[in-house]
């Protein structure tokens, strides 16, 4: 295999998929154009951009790597998130839309009080910032596998690629190479990767253990760190700041609807193929010593070509999710802490996003050289649980606000609460108990929404 090859491949396809977002983003003739492509998305273009973000990290090299190392169970990082789009398009992607607001933590200022859209800005910068940091050593650690280059040197050209790529033209951008990403994804990661190593590996797939074919749990991910991780992943994708930002780009309401419904078929999809391709990967390649290379390894092993192809797709996932995660933090930003809907802003907390994220990534990664624990599923459960924990709940229960009876002082001790419980958990608890700080985040983030009602206390 001729390294050379596949690097021209992945960055002649970056180079154009840059370009391509240059050429999109004159589309951007004002603000809501910059941060919303002027509400225009119709269902179809909803499903591809919601699909191309959605299918980051977590769900490839996260999910991926864990299948290597513990079995199928770790298959509920994808199937909790199209299960949650799915709950998303049936419920909550109308009421998103017909907010008519910019942001997520706009429409928690609608639902609730100035407190509280401030609160959860904060707390989403510092989640949109563990993702950030996720995505870029996701795609550090694919092109490892090409380069011959240091991964911390890596961690910092793909920073910069991410930040100026999404720098560029905002939304209108980010949507249109979403599109585009969307079907080199399907086409690299679903056609061609996943049949061809699966193939590959049949002759000799009995000699798996039941351990690693055993699903829905097994002895390496029981009940509760199983339904850990599906709630981990589940609830994000009913309430995130990136989908919502999609969502709130839709023409209407129905358009919103329909794109979230499909966003979570096609998920299932991308699920399907990254177990298949993982499950390859364990047959072809034993004993890897680190199981969040066992995807793109597998992918190297193929022809030039067509390696070169399916790890562009790969990192065509991480440019989607990440361009995104930046172009949602520079607006919240703007929108919800400085209170302009000011592009410059926008741009400039996108660059401070980005550099800040780059930095956890370098810390989790001498984390990991010192105390031998992943530091890019460390970086997934930070994001994950922090913002599972502190701000879903407070938001379904104000979406059915004369239901639940919820105040603005129970959504904020409910946020406060369950993000910083579950943060200290998931970092003291010993193992297996830290995997389940989610769970009891959630846990005590319920107790003020339900102790703080209308009926005993003034919203």
Not at 216 to 233: C, E, Q, T, V, Y
Request: one cysteine or more; glycine letters at 8%; proline letters at 3%.
């Amino acid at each position: 295999m001729d390294p050379a090859i596949v690097a021209i491949i992945i960055l002649s396809y970056i180079s154009l998929i840059t370009i391509i977002g240059i050429y999109f983003s004159k589309k951007a003739k004002s603000s809501e154009g910059f941060f919303l492509a002027d509400r225009s998305l119709g269902w179809l273009t909803l499903a591809a951009t919601i699909t191309a973000t959605t299918v980051g990290g977590s769900a490839t090299i996260v999910a991926g790597g864990r299948i290597y190392a513990q079995g199928l169970p770790a298959l509920w990082y994808d199937i909790g998130g199209a299960l949650g789009l799915i709950v998303l398009g049936l419920f909550i992607a109308k009421k998103v839309r017909k907010t008519g607001l910019f942001t997520l933590p706009d429409i928690t200022g609608q639902l609730y009080d100035k407190k509280v859209r401030t609160a959860s800005a904060v707390l989403i910068l510092i989640t949109e910032i563990a993702w950030i940091s996720l995505l870029i050593q996701a795609a550090s650690l694919i092109l490892q596998v090409v380069l011959p280059i240091q991964y911390e040197i890596l961690l910092v050209i793909i920073t910069i690629g991410f930040i100026m790529y999404t720098l560029i033209g905002g939304q209108y951008a980010v949507v249109y190479t979403d599109i585009i990403q969307f079907f080199v994804m399907i086409i690299g990661i679903c056609i061609i990767a996943a049949p061809l190593l699966f193939i590959k590996a049949l002759p000799n797939i009995s000699q798996l253990s039941n351990v690693s074919l055993s699903f829905p749990i097994n002895s390496n991910i029981g009940f509760l760190a199983a339904g850990s991780i599906f709630i981990m992943m589940f609830m994000p994708h009913i309430v995130g700041p990136d989908i919502y930002s999609k969502i709130l780009s839709a023409k209407n309401e129905k358009e919103a609807r329909k794109g979230a419904l499909f966003s979570g078929f096609f998920k299932f999809i991308f699920a399907i193929a990254i177990g298949l391709i993982a499950i390859s990967a364990l047959v072809l390649f034993p004993g890897l010593e680190n199981a969040y290379v066992a995807i793109p390894t597998a992918v190297f092993s193929l022809s030039p070509v067509i390696a070169g192809i399916v790890l562009a797709a790969f990192v065509s996932v991480m440019l989607s999710s990440a361009d995104s995660c930046l172009l949602s933090a520079g607006t919240i930003l703007s929108i919800d802490i400085f209170k302009k809907k000011n592009v410059n802003i926008s741009r400039f907390g996108i660059l401070v996003i980005g550099i800040v994220a780059l930095l956890l990534a370098l810390y989790v990664t001498n984390l990991e050289k010192i105390i031998g624990f992943s530091g890019i599923l460390k970086t997934l459960q930070i994001a994950y649980t922090i913002f599972t924990a502190g701000l879903i709940l407070p938001i379904l229960f104000g979406f059915y606000k004369e239901k639940t009876k919820v105040t603005s002082k129970g959504a904020f001790f409910s946020l406060l609460l369950g993000g910083s419980i579950s943060l200290i958990w998931l970092n003291f608890a010993s193992q297996p108990y830290s995997e389940y700080a989610v769970l009891v985040g959630l846990g005590v983030s319920i107790i003020p929404l339900l102790l703080f009602r209308e009926s005993s206390s003034t919203n």
